[in-house]
């Protein structure tokens, strides 16, 4: 369907809709006198220079010369959100249009599809919905990037978290080996205490024999019960072997 042919500024619509709302319509190419269809298939369309269909999406748009050796041809709407970078450079020399001046905070702002208002990317994404028109606003282009890159940063910071948690660990680990060797205690006999942090906790009673005593230490060892041996020595002692305890029930080990 044509509708009634609307006169209007090619390069000033840069791939926008025309004042008629609707696709196709008929322009005045004011670079020439001729009225131009901007149909997908109109030929006249596909040799004018500055009246094509955006490769990105079905709005008019022009050509790119710095996308890829042959360029592209791309609406100003997907030139920016696709390619910031290579927009920002054709921008340089052109000053920045009132009308695309965000509609909350009067930043350069992006035409969405949802209202046809210009709305920069914070203000945009802050609440979920698109402010002109409260429909759903979904994070895509710069957008989804720049959402991208804040959640980059919190996970950044996490795995320096982790990472911080887990050299502190090995640290802590490593002290309480090397303070664990310094003072693991050694029985008479040359045997290691068993256990972290051990210490000589334990009473064996060991019994002398009368005619032993005035001779020092005897020469061999029996258990006594210090209730009823007479004559007897009791002493610190450690688990050495913690199987050989359990299985003679405490008297070796």
């Known amino acids: 369907m044509i509708c009634e042919p609307v006169y209007c500024?090619?390069?000033f619509m840069g791939g926008e809709w025309c004042s008629c709302g609707k696709f196709p319509c008929v322009h005045k190419?004011?670079?020439g006198d001729n009225e131009i269809g901007t149909s997908g298939t109109d030929e006249a369309?596909?040799?004018s220079p500055d009246v094509n269909i955006c490769s990105k999406c079905d709005r008019l748009g022009k050509y790119r010369p710095l996308l890829g050796a042959n360029g592209?041809?791309?609406c100003d709407l997907c030139y920016r959100e696709v390619f910031p970078l290579p927009s920002?450079?054709?921008?340089?020399?052109?000053?920045e249009n009132e009308e695309e001046e965000c509609r909350i905070c009067l930043e350069q702002g992006f035409v969405r599809r949802c209202c046809n208002q210009y709305y920069c990317h914070s203000c945009f994404y802050k609440s979920g919905s698109c402010p002109g028109c409260q429909s759903e606003a979904h994070l895509t282009g710069v957008g989804k990037k720049s959402e991208d890159q804040n959640a980059g940063v919190l996970f950044i910071a996490l795995s320096w978290a982790v990472s911080a948690l887990c050299v502190m660990?090995?640290?802590?680990c490593?002290?309480?080996a090397a303070w664990n060797e310094l003072t693991f205690p050694t029985t008479v006999w040359g045997h290691?205490?068993?256990?972290?942090?051990s210490t000589c906790d334990l009473k064996v009673c060991t019994e002398v024999l009368e005619d032993q005593l005035a001779n020092g230490f005897p020469s061999s060892y029996s258990s006594c019960v210090p209730a009823s041996t007479v004559n007897s020595i009791i002493g610190d002692a450690c688990v050495y072997d913690m199987e050989v305890y359990k299985q003679t029930g405490g008297v070796l080990g």
């Open 45 to 47: 369309t596909k040799k």
């Open 192 to 197: 290691s205490c068993y256990g972290w942090f």
């Open 29 to 31: 190419n004011l670079i």
């Open 169 to 172: 660990c090995a640290i802590v």
């Open 174 to 176: 490593g002290a309480l």
């Open 72 to 74: 592209d041809i791309m």
């Open 9 to 11: 500024d090619m390069n």
């Open 88 to 95: 920002k450079i054709d921008d340089n020399d052109e000053d």
